[in-house]
Structure formats: C-alpha cells, structure tokens
C-alpha cells in the first residue's frame, strides 16, 4: 500500500506546538511556584535572594567538582539563606516536585493500563499496604514514640525500618495481583477487583492492629499516614527522584503503547502491543514508583488520580503530551499545596496531603463542570 | 497469494469452535466470511492475525508464519478493523496515526505524518481532521478506524462487520471504501458480515460458515438458495436486479 503522495499538514502542526506551548507554560509555572515556596515560610526570604542563593549554591558545588573558578553571579546576597535555603527548603520542594511527578505520571499509567478513569496508584492497595507496614513496625515492633515537635505531634523513632516495612508491604501487594493475573489473566477488570480486596484486607489488618495499640502508637500510625514532603532529606529525595526519572522514561516509552491500548485491546494488538506484558510491566512501574513514595513521605492522595485528568482536559488524551503534562501537573499541584501547608496556621505546618484534596477538588470539578476545552 | 489458511482449528476451553478451516486469498480479493451468530466468524477473523492462537494448523501472510511471527511484524503486514473501538480524548488525525506504531521508531515523522493525510484525503476526512473522535459519528468513527488500518500499510486488511451499526448511506460508504483500496493497491480484505445483499454487492468471495466449519466455499456461484437455507435455516430466493444480486429470504421465519 502506497500513500506516497502525502503533505504535512500545516493545521496539524499547529496544532501540536499549541500543546508543547501548554507544557512549556506549566514548566514556567512550576519554575515560578518553586522560588516561591522556597522563599514563604517562618523565616521570608525575598524571591530574588532564593535564586541567587540557589544559583551561587549550584555554582559552588558544581566548582567543588571541577575546581573551576566559576564566579558568583552575584555577591550582593550574602550567605545568611544558605542553611535555610540548602538544608530545610530545598529538600521539601524538590520532594514535593518529585512526589507529584511520580504520583502523576504513575496515575496516567494505570488509568491506561486499567482502562479505568478511576485508575491511580492507589488503586491496587499500594497505600493501604503501606499503612500496614507503616503500622505492624510502630505498634509491633515499638518504632514510634510521642515528641512533641512544631512540625508535628508524633515522631517515628527509628524512621527506617517504618519505612522498610511500608515498602515490603506495598511490594507484597503488587506480587499478590501479579500473581493473580497471571492465573487468571492480566485483565483491567481482575486487576482493578483484586486491589479493592487487597485494600480492603490491608485497612482491615491495619484496623486491628491499631485496636490493640496504645494512645503514642495510634498517634504515630496515624500521623505516619498524613503524607508530609518534609520529611524527605536528601538521601531520600534523590533515591526518589532516580526512580521516578526512571518511570517516567520508562512510561514515555510506552506512549504508543497506551495510546493503542487506550483504543481498546483487541485494536491495540492488531497494532502490534504486547498487551499482557504492558499491562503487567507497567503495573509494576506504577506500583513501584507509587510505594517508594509512600513509604518515604507517607500517603498522598488525589495527585495520581486527579492530575492525569485535569490534564486530560486541557490538552486531551493523547499520551504523547498527557505523560508529560502531568509530570507537570503534579509537580504544580503538590508543591502548590505543600507551600499553603506551610502558610495556612503558621507557625504550625501541616501535612500536604491534608492539602492536596482541599486544593485540587475544586480546580477539578470546576473542570469537570466546564467539560472540554474546544 | 496474499493469504494461505490450511487447517485451522480454535478450541475455547476444549470445546471445538471452528475445525478444518483452509482456504486462499489472491491480491485485489474481498471475502466475506458469513454465517449465523456463534458460529465462529469473528474467531476465525482473530486467528489470522493471532490476536486469537488457534489449536492447530497454519496461517500464512505473504508467506510469513502469523502464529511464529511476533506481533509488531503481523502488524505491519495485517491491518485489523475490530468491531468494538473505544473513542477516547483524540482527534482523528492523532488516532489515525497511531497506525504508523509499528512502523515509528522514537517519534514520528515526516514519512507518517505524510501517510497519514494522505490516508485521511482518501477516505475524505479532510474536513474531520482536528475533530475529537469522541464527539463524532457512528460512521465517521468507522472511517478513521479503517484508515488507522490503513496507514499501518498492511497486505491483507481484517475487518470485523465493518457495517454492523451504520445506517445505509454508511454502509455504502464503508464498503465502498474498502473495495476502492483493494482496487487500488496490492492488498486483500477479509470481512465478516451479516448482510448479505452487502456481502453480494461488495465481496468477490465468500465462505459460509456452519457448525464450525466450512459448508461451502467460492466466488458468486456458491451463494445459493440451497446453500443459505442450510446455513440459516431460512428459505430464500437469489434474484438479480439491475446487474445486483439480491437475497430475499420466503416469508417470515416463524419457526
């Protein structure tokens, strides 16, 4: 079959720089919103100084490397911001820039992979596995006390292995549907199905567990649950940010792969996708990405289910531009809500996961109410 | 010949849905694979591009072995029109494209962005080209269904009753469609229909399907009064009219 005849058609590319316009637009928000959370907090540091004090940090550090003598750009900021900035900002935005990339991108992958619209990391049992962890190490192994602190009531003291049992658990989880659709086939629906049960027993062991605990453990399951970016450090936030990278690439590689099976399976293999092995490898990205997550910053909901559609909206469900648009997305939402959290009943800072749902509810029903953009 | 079927049989869960299948397709070929519902149609439609693995036998696409080839080289030589395709957030010319995957590397060229108007002007799609398939037709859809068959430059096209929810001046046009490509290039199409006044009008060949297997196999002269009564158990007439032929089923079936 010849169609050799073909011009490209100048309407479609148009149309196409219309959607890279939108991206780029997000990434200048994102930019502008991440000097600003930087710059909000107990202690205001003007906008301009945390650039410069991000910018003189880079150079310095990049300079320690390759021993350059790279200039500052510009010394009149002193290095007053540089703890403040470097050591406790810093940090807690990037988090909160990762955690909504990755929850975001996680969630555009499952809604595809499980032909569901209400698809998101969460739907297979990912969060509720890792409050059992989180749980079964603070009440039965004795991992978590009461401090009192500004940044919260309850700390975990020994954070690791709090952390290492909500990954385990939420791993467990993804191998028990693996291993269900492998018996019974890797089917959106047997999939979906099966992570309502499996939640459903992980809320339930999470329940009793918390029955039997005294007031400091309960408090401390329950605190570990609010999803909070600010208690990423830096070892923890570039652990995240390497695999999130590496979702992310892995999912925009598959692009074509979604766009067919968003067209149906049986289209989508006469398209010549594997649709079994995207369905159960992608799977096991999204769970992967979504349980370091958790298991780090604890649960943040709504992002991965909420941002791939408000993307959806605006620039339309072609995985093309929706993978990176909700990169973007989620990036904004997350470190939006993480920055009023901070805002809202200073000195107190709450936890962004309070935050998420209060911020992106209304933005997306009023999406929803408006419909598509024409 | 484009297509070599030879002894095909599917199982579903061990019970026998169609056995002894062998037949062959030439280039500039229509068939039309026709019987009553359940009898294996769609089945044997899925068999040829192996989205569905058949029990036994060989089937054979320029050669090529569909049931050991992997499914990005099925893909490039059959194009499959499903009867179910979901519309989502896409506009046609981006759904159209998605038949250029097995033929992208990283991202999309110049080649298939040519291919792919070039497929939309000739289904005349022009005027649909940035429209969302999910605020379009029955019939519209249908076009740029065919279309993303199309550009996927396939040799033989598969087609699962292409027409089933289209009104007549869809119906028509579809087909007309199909049989126009089939003209025009080096390729063979394999439909299965219920209509079979659409099948006479539109399909050089034809295979009746019954119990499971083939009842009868050919060009016109197998569709007989005979041999529909035996695979519909409707008596029926075969007239021509105007240079048509015409099946008019003897009576309402009142059985």
Known sequence: ?374 | MILEVDDVAFTYRSAPVIREVTFALRPHETLAILGPNGVGKTTLLKCMNAILKPRCGSILVEGTDMLRADRMEIARKVGYVSQKCEAGRLTAFDAILLGRRPHIGWNVSEKDLKIVEAAIRRLRLEDLSLRYIDEMSGGELQKVNIARALVQEPRLLLLDEPTSSLDLRNQLDILGIVRQVVADHDVSAVMTMHDLNLALRYADRFIFLRDGIIHAAGGIEVVTPETIEAVYGVPVTVERYNGFSLVIPLAGHEA
């Open chain 1, 1 to 374: 079959m010849h169609f050799a005849d073909g011009t490209v058609p100048e309407d479609y590319l148009t149309y196409i720089r219309h959607k890279h316009l939108w991206i780029l637009g997000g990434l200048c928000a994102l930019f502008v919103l991440f000097i600003l959370s930087i710059s909000v907090g107990a202690v205001g540091i003007p906008a301009y100084d945390v650039f410069l004090t991000l910018v003189n940090g880079l150079i310095d550090r990049i300079d320690g490397v390759l021993h350059l003598g790279i200039p500052h750009v510009s010394d009149t900021v002193s290095h007053k911001w540089d703890a403040i900035v470097w050591n406790i900002r810093l940090p807690q935005a990037l988090a909160a820039v990762v955690a909504g990339v990755g929850l975001s991108v996680a969630g555009v992958a499952m809604q595809s992979i499980l032909r569901n619209p209400l698809g998101s990391p969460f739907t297979l049992g990912i969060s509720n596995a890792g409050a059992f962890g989180a749980a079964v190490s603070v009440i039965l192994l004795g991992t978590g006390t009461m401090q009192s602190t500004i940044a919260g009531a309850v700390t975990i003291n020994n954070p690791y292995v709090t952390t290492l049992l909500a990954f385990f658990f939420c791993l467990l989880a993804t191998a028990v549907i693996l291993l269900i659709s492998k018996v019974r086939g890797a089917s959106p629906e047997v999939m979906v199905l099966a992570g309502v049960a499996l939640s459903s027993l992980f809320t339930a062991g999470t329940m009793f567990l918390q029955y039997f605990a005294d007031d400091s453990q309960l408090a401390a399951v329950v605190f570990w649950t609010f999803g909070d970016v600010g208690r990423a450090t830096w070892e923890t936030v570039g652990l995240m940010a390497v695999i999130v990278a590496a979702a992310t690439l892995f999912f925009a590689v598959n692009r074509w792969n979604y766009n067919a099976i968003d067209a149906g399976d049986e289209t989508a293999k006469g398209l010549g996708v594997n649709v079994e092995s995207v369905r159960n490898i992608g799977m096991v990205v999204a769970a992967l990405v979504s349980a370091v997550i958790v298991s780090f910053l604890g649960v943040i909901g709504f992002v991965g289910l909420v941002c791939p559609h408000m993307v959806r909206r605006i620039i339309g469900d072609d995985q093309r531009f929706l993978i990176p648009g909700s990169c973007v997305m989620g990036a904004v939402l997350l470190l939006a809500a993480d920055t009023v959290a901070r805002l809202i009943v200073a000195p107190y800072v709450l936890p962004v996961a309070v935050l998420t749902a209060f911020m992106g509810a209304p933005v997306f029903i009023y999406l929803l109410l408006r419909g598509y953009r024409s």
